[in-house]
């Protein structure tokens, strides 16, 4: 076995295989290491191209490491593996490639609409991290390197990614509901029931999920509010500190039974002094005897699941399936994409959209603004074409409740517990509906308050809810109108909650 190491990195292969080489990392904080291991596969290029090129590229992919994560020279070598397996498959060269030079690139560019966007794209991005590298010919320039261009340009295929993607506030609502009904059957446990509300609640990607902790879930006695710590990815920083996000009443009692459960199933796999680091997310399955856990990573990791892939076929997938009627993927994507787009309809800039979404630059977050100026996304509210039309878009913005409103447009709600009135939002309407506040949280003329105390329509609303239960099938159809308003609620509460923090971020 040959060891080679590259930072904190420890890289390793056998000398009859050394096309096979894995990378291993241990990271993290002392209380709190995490274990990350990747394997490149290079021998089945042997076929077409020689062995000092494959030496050449070995060594380009373990110095990567110096600049990017193990997670990043993954995803390069399977794209760059992808274009040279192609090459071999289109039998366009007679001999095995021992460089990369202007002819093998004049070739490239005969074949380049039969390759994949993101393979030339990598190709090019290694020459120019390694241009004096001897797997490429001296005298090459990045001109030479063949592209494929979209006349929408990268912006414009990102908005049609989003658009693609993103989903409704109607549909967000629906999918929520359909969880809480799955869940009140038993056919949905708390764990993905809690993970699916904090998932509408936080926006983050599937592998800050997988990295949280118990101990990460905590109770504020003074403020009576619920906080979460999330690790953020791609943030271009080797070891990101965590970010505190405050979580609505319903989703932060849903995590505390969340943890309880942890506990109970699987706390016994660890030490009374580990319970705090058991993931909040963990592996699900056990073997037997249920003395340990199936994953060799989960047992070393508290339980953690070892990738995004493996944690999105852990719960997004299977909350998903628990969800027939719902078209499309469910993905972390396709929440972050919905998220950024409300936020740009309620006319956040992409400043504020990268501080919610944690994007380590605004180059993806102009895209939901631009998309809300042209009144591409109008499916989210019936306003925004007739306002595209009269070449004024106008937007369903937040407010604040120190903003001055008209005595016949605010929306207040009365706490009949302790006699407080809120000011929720400002209605669009010159007549205000019957069921204020309640429907107007579903309603695109209804301007909520950032700052406002939603929580006291939630409660009237949950009330009515279990009442409803009791009640039996004859009000089944007022039980799903009642949900419906308890997310459009806990909607607005989450992005209020998101806009807040966004705001409070970018303070002097």
């Avoid at 289109?90 to 990369?100: G, L, N, T, W």
């Avoid at 106008?394 to 006699?419: C, H, N, T, W």
């Avoid at 669009?428 to 105390?453: K, L, M, N, S």
């Avoid at 949900?483 to 705001?503: G, H, P, S, T």
């Amino acid at each position: 076995m040959v060891y080679k190491t590259v930072g904190n990195t420890t890289v390793e292969w056998n000398d009859p295989t050394p096309f096979v080489f894995t990378m291993h990392e241990t990271s993290g904080p002392a209380d709190d290491r995490r274990e990350k291991t990747i394997t490149i596969d290079l021998s089945d290029l042997r076929r077409g191209f020689e062995d000092d090129f494959l030496q050449h590229l070995k060594e380009i992919l373990i110095r990567r490491r110096n600049k990017v994560m193990l997670s990043t020279i993954n995803t390069d070598a399977v794209y760059i593996c992808l274009l040279f397996r192609k090459v071999i498959g289109f039998k366009i060269f007679d001999r095995k490639i021992s460089i990369i030079d202007e002819s093998f690139l004049l070739e490239l560019h005969t074949v380049k609409e039969n390759l994949p966007v993101g393979c030339l794209c990598v190709l090019k991005k290694t020459f120019a991290a390694n241009p004096y590298s001897q797997l490429f010919a001296p005298g090459l320039h990045d001109s030479d390197f063949p592209e494929k261009r979209d006349s929408k340009g990268r912006h414009g295929r990102q908005i049609d990614r989003i658009l693609a993607k993103a989903l409704t506030r109607a549909a967000c609502v629906h999918i929520l509901s359909q969880c809480e009904q799955a869940y009140d059957t038993g056919e949905m446990d708390i764990g993905h029931f809690s993970f699916v509300n904090l998932a509408f609640a936080v926006f983050c990607r599937p592998d800050s999920y997988r990295q949280i902790r118990l101990e990460d879930l905590k109770f504020d006695q003074k403020s009576n509010s619920f906080f979460i710590y999330i690790i953020p990815t791609k943030t271009r920083v080797h070891h990101p500190d965590k970010i505190c996000y405050r979580l609505n009443e319903p989703v932060g009692v849903l995590l505390q039974k969340q943890r309880q459960n942890v506990i109970e199933r699987y706390g016994h796999l660890v030490g009374p002094n580990d319970i705090g680091r058991l993931a909040l997310f963990p592996a699900r399955k056990l073997g037997k005897g249920k003395s340990i856990w199936i994953s060799r990573n989960a047992n070393q990791n508290f339980g953690r699941i070892e990738t995004s892939d493996n944690f999105h076929g852990s719960y997004l997938h299977a909350i998903k399936k628990a969800l027939p009627d719902v078209r499309g993927s469910l993905n972390a994507n396709v929440l972050r994409h919905t998220v950024g787009t409300q936020l740009a309809l309620t006319g956040a800039s992409a400043q504020t959209i990268q501080a919610v979404l944690k994007h380590s630059s605004e180059v993806v977050c102009r895209a939901y603004v631009d998309i809300a100026f042209e009144g591409l996304f109008n499916e989210l509210s019936d306003a925004m074409q007739p306002a595209f039309q009269s070449h004024l878009p106008a937007f369903q913005r937040f407010r604040s409740k120190s903003d001055p409103v008209s005595i016949d447009k605010a929306i207040r709600s009365e706490d009949l517990d302790s006699g407080k009135i809120e000011l929720n939002g400002e209605c669009g309407r010159q007549i205000q509906c019957e069921h204020a506040p309640i429907v107007c949280y579903g309603c695109w003329r209804f301007t909520p308050c950032w700052d406002a105390d939603h929580s006291v329509n939630l409660n009237t609303v949950q009330l009515d809810l279990e009442d409803f239960k009791k009640r039996g099938k004859p009000f089944h159809h007022m039980l799903q109108k009642t949900q419906e308003a308890k997310y459009q609620i806990i909607f607005v509460m989450n992005a209020a909650d998101r806009y807040r923090q966004a705001i409070t971020s970018e303070a002097p």
